[in-house]
Nanobody, 120 residues
Framework: QVQLVESGGGLVQAGDSLRLSCAAS????????MAWFRQAPGKEREFIAT??????YYAYSVKGRFTISRDDVKSTVYLQMNNLKPEDTAVYYC???????????????WGQGTQVTVSS
């Protein structure tokens, strides 16, 4: 049973930082591309960042503020979020897939999400 468990969300003020973690129980974690998406109230889920196969990609809205990284020994992917803005408020989801790093939602597995709220 594959599981992705996000943690690290919370309530912060604008300009603060947070680091999200996603622990994965998948075999051969290193083969998986990992990604972060988010969904704000009333909006569609959107791509944030992905990492895999030695590559990283970011959405324009977070480039320069967010950093995705992974620890294949711990089977964990991270999202370091700096200079947070109220518009970053959303539920953040991690995803895992074998098709390579991509901005599309066709990942194989998804976590339950963690709430990030940024107050102004």
């Amino acid at each position: 049973q594959v599981q992705l468990v996000e943690s690290g969300g919370g309530l912060v003020q604008a300009g603060d930082s947070l680091r999200l973690s996603c622990a994965a129980s998948v075999p051969t974690f290193s083969l998986y591309a990992m990604a972060w998406f988010r969904q704000a109230p009333g909006k569609e889920r959107e791509f944030i960042a992905t990492i895999g196969w030695g590559l990283t990609y970011y959405a324009y809205s977070v480039k320069g503020r967010f950093t995705i990284s992974r620890d294949d020994v711990k089977s964990t992917v991270y999202l370091q979020m700096n200079n947070l803005k109220p518009e970053d408020t959303a539920v953040y989801y991690c995803a895992a897939g074998l098709r390579g790093p991509r901005q599309y939602e066709d990942y194989d597995y998804w976590g339950q999400g963690t709430q990030v709220t940024v107050s102004s």
